[in-house]
């Protein structure tokens, strides 16, 4: 008999209005529990939340918003910086967005009555992605439409542009390998820059088409994971330039791929919306089929959590969060 794979969320959130985006915080700031951020059309929301598999005093999920930030434009993208920190003598928060008007966002903020963002313009198209680049947080790095990555300064000024040749769909960068970024592109390369001399040295390729999003695995600085046209494809840097592996991963295109923070061989696919809800799917590299399966009204993005095995994704009002094995 053949398992069925399909399962409810295990934990909901409602929220006020369509999420387009949703970001665990990556790094260890110091707060109890876990740092999320979420935007729509036209907000960014700073939540904590804790669940009862990481703290038994919790019943199920303990959801509390922290700060809500007017955006004034769609939230595309959402990126934390190294540098926020919950528990120092004066907590620091700080995150930066990626608009619909092909603009950055810097958000700086005490936690309480301080609250700042700095504009950066530059890109002349639509940015896809965007990532802090250094362990100071001091160094953004960008992509978009404009078949371009730009990195930028903590100020806003440009320091470096990597022309592409096809849109720029995702960029990752590894606090273990901290002079590199990573550059996906649509027509399948991924390309590493080194940060200091601005050149590229290393390249890989998919044989499918589109290439719609990649990830850098954080448990293995060798292992590259994306999806392209319906597939999951994963690299074993540097045995090929080409796929070790590859799948179908939804029934139409793919759309987005994360790697699981806590382990080296979990990670996840969304499709694109079908008959108004989308697929999320998620997979080891240990077993042939997806070891589960849900689906969302409307989906979008796509989160692991630091330390759970653990994702987050947006939807109709609400935030959605499935819980696996390792």
Known sequence: MKQDLARNATYTVDCEDNVHVVEFNPF????????????GINYVVIASCRFQEEDTSVEGIEFKIIKTFHHGERVVAIAWSPETRCD???????????????????????????????????????????????LEGIEIASVGDDHTCRVWDH?????????????????????????????????????????ATHQAILSLESVQMPLMSADWCLRNTLRIGAVAGNEWVIWEM?????????KPAHA???????????????????????????????????HPQPILIGTTPVGSGLSWHRRLPLCAVGGYRKLFFWLTEM
């Not at 260890?28 to 935007?39: H, I, P, T």
């Not at 759309?255 to 809800?277: I, V």
């Open 28 to 39: 260890d700031s110091g707060e109890v529990g876990s740092l999320l951020a979420y935007g």
């Open 88 to 134: 120092a003598l004066q907590p620091l928060l700080r995150f930066a967005t990626a608009g619909g008007d092909k603009k950055i966002r810097i958000f700086t903020s005490d936690f309480q009555d301080k609250n700042e963002y700095k504009v950066i313009e530059g890109h002349s198209s639509y940015i896809n992605d965007l990532v802090f680049c250094s």
């Open 155 to 195: 100020d806003g000024n440009q320091i470096a542009m990597f022309s592409l040749r096809s849109p720029g769909m995702s960029v990752a960068w590894h606090p273990e390998d901290t002079f590199k970024i990573m550059v996906a592109e649509k027509t399948g390369t991924i390309r590493f820059y080194d940060l």
């Open 238 to 246: 540097p045995h090929s330039s080409y796929p070790q592996d590859s």
């Open 252 to 286: 139409d295109r793919a759309r987005m791929f994360r790697w699981s923070k806590c382990s080296e061989n979990l990670f996840a696919t969304t499709g694109y919306p079908g008959k108004m809800k989308s697929q999320l799917s998620i997979h080891h590299l240990a």
